[in-house]
């Protein structure tokens, strides 16, 4: 397959999810930015939209797997392997949903970390300062949610943080897909 028909993963995967993620809101009335974590969503027992965003972030995990071990390789080396363990990652936080308890837990923090270091591995590969900012504002966002600086539910830095990072994940599929890796 051409290499820019691979880069399309890099920006279906990160859609996906938001996608999912979206119609998962959507659907449970329940949920709220102020009390709820993402992931509640995912609940295998108590949402009934579990299978719906489960689908959704292995799904996204897959096409950023695709995306990372082909165009996006050759693009970032280093950094696609960040990327692959945080996609792999992303689907162990849907396979391991809230009823494993401190399992999911473990997996959700793993995730979001492996997140913030794909941004600095990506910042120093790529000389991205988008990437520096994403970072920047991710961990801001945890910091800022831990001190008790604002009042939200854990779904607040976990979507902001994570759209930081799908910037410059897309990002960087549009460019190589434009044929413009370096600009």
Excluded at 22 to 40: E, K, M, R
Excluded at 123 to 141: D, H, N, T
Excluded at 143 to 168: F, Q
Aim: glycine content about 8%.
């Amino acid at each position: 397959m051409d290499k820019r028909k691979w880069t399309l993963f890099g920006m279906i995967g990160p859609l996906a999810a938001y996608f999912f993620i979206g119609v998962s809101i959507i659907l449970s009335p329940w949920f709220s930015w102020w009390s709820n974590a993402l992931s509640d969503l995912g609940h295998s027992v108590d949402s009934d939209v579990a299978s719906l965003y489960n689908f959704g972030l292995l799904l996204a995990g897959f096409f950023i797997i695709v995306y990372s071990i082909t165009a996006f390789r050759d693009h970032a080396k280093y950094t696609s392997y960040c990327l692959l363990m945080s996609a792999f990652i992303l689907q162990l936080v849907a396979t391991f949903d809230e009823v494993y308890g401190p399992l999911h837990v473990r997996v959700s923090i793993l995730f979001f970390v492996s997140l913030g270091f794909a941004s600095i591995v990506y910042a120093v590969e790529r000389k991205s300062i988008l990437a520096l900012v994403a970072f920047v504002i991710g961990l801001g966002s945890w910091i800022l949610y831990s001190a008790g600086i604002y009042s939200a539910g854990v779904a607040v830095p976990e979507i902001i943080s994570s759209t930081v990072t799908v910037l410059w994940i897309m990002l960087s599929a549009f460019k190589i897909y434009s044929g413009k890796p370096n600009s």
